[in-house]
């Protein structure tokens, strides 16, 4: 059975620092794994999707690296701003179902 | 374009009674799905769909139902509705990958449910 931990469970950095979420899973057969962020009382959207095939993937100051074999997917966000305040969240895909961590939540304090 | 809805927004039930939560995408969508979500912990699947006609359980199936009738509409019905099923639940859909697994998921806003 999937299993996903997401370390750590809530960070707090200044306004203008890189940092880096990190995700481990326990199952490496996957499709595929996603980032999400999830702002207080609202639905989920959707960062970045990194193929099994793929090591990396980048979105503006985002950037997702995939190590299936060990069972792990990092998020870097570079120069943070407080508009990037909010819980992240990362799924794998395992046959046609996304299991999720419980998420990081991200304070960037101005 | 939508995206994907869902209604109601928010509902109070009492122990026992059944209600069913609405979804729609106006994407084409094969895949949709339900989840839902507790505080402190990440979501959990309680169904899916690959296609019209097609539906399977998730992680949490227990006390739900759902049909796909058609690509667009997903319905969740609460049988007897449990304190244990007051949630926020999430419907969301996607295509379905070329090569396997699936694409990127779009989420609705969310339904909170209260069990009294």
């Known amino acids: 059975k999937q299993e996903v931990t997401q370390i750590p469970a809530a960070l707090s950095v200044p306004e203008g620092e890189n940092l880096v979420l990190n995700c481990s899973f326990t199952?490496?057969?996957?499709?595929?794994l996603q980032w999400f962020r999830q702002d207080p009382g609202k639905g989920l959207t959707s960062l970045l999707l990194?193929?099994?095939s793929q090591r990396e993937q980048t979105s503006g100051r985002l950037n997702a690296s995939l190590d299936k074999s060990s069972g792990r997917s990092t998020l870097y966000i570079a120069a943070s701003q407080p508009g990037d305040s909010a819980t992240y969240l990362c799924?794998?895909?395992?046959?046609?179902?996304?299991?999720w961590g419980a998420g990081t939540k991200l304070i960037i304090k101005p | 374009n939508a995206g994907v809805t869902q209604t109601p927004k928010f509902q109070v039930l009492k122990t026992g009674q059944s209600m069913t939560l609405q979804c729609a995408q106006d994407?084409?969508?094969?895949?949709m799905s339900w989840y839902r979500q507790d505080p402190g912990m990440g979501l959990r699947l309680i169904h899916y769909s690959v296609g019209a006609g097609i539906t399977d359980q998730g992680e949490v199936p227990n006390g739900y139902n759902v049909s796909r009738s058609t690509t667009e509409d997903f319905p969740l019905r609460l049988l007897s509705a449990a304190p244990s099923q007051t949630s926020v639940y999430f419907c969301?859909?996607?295509?379905?990958?070329?090569?396997?697994?699936?694409?990127?998921?779009?989420f609705g806003p969310g339904t909170r449910l209260l069990v009294l």
């Open positions: 199952d490496s057969a996957i499709y595929n």
């Open positions: 994407m084409n969508h094969e895949y």
């Open positions: 969301a859909s996607s295509r379905l990958g070329v090569a396997g697994g699936l694409e990127t998921q779009y």
């Open positions: 799924a794998p895909d395992s046959n046609y179902q996304l299991i």
């Open positions: 990194i193929q099994s």
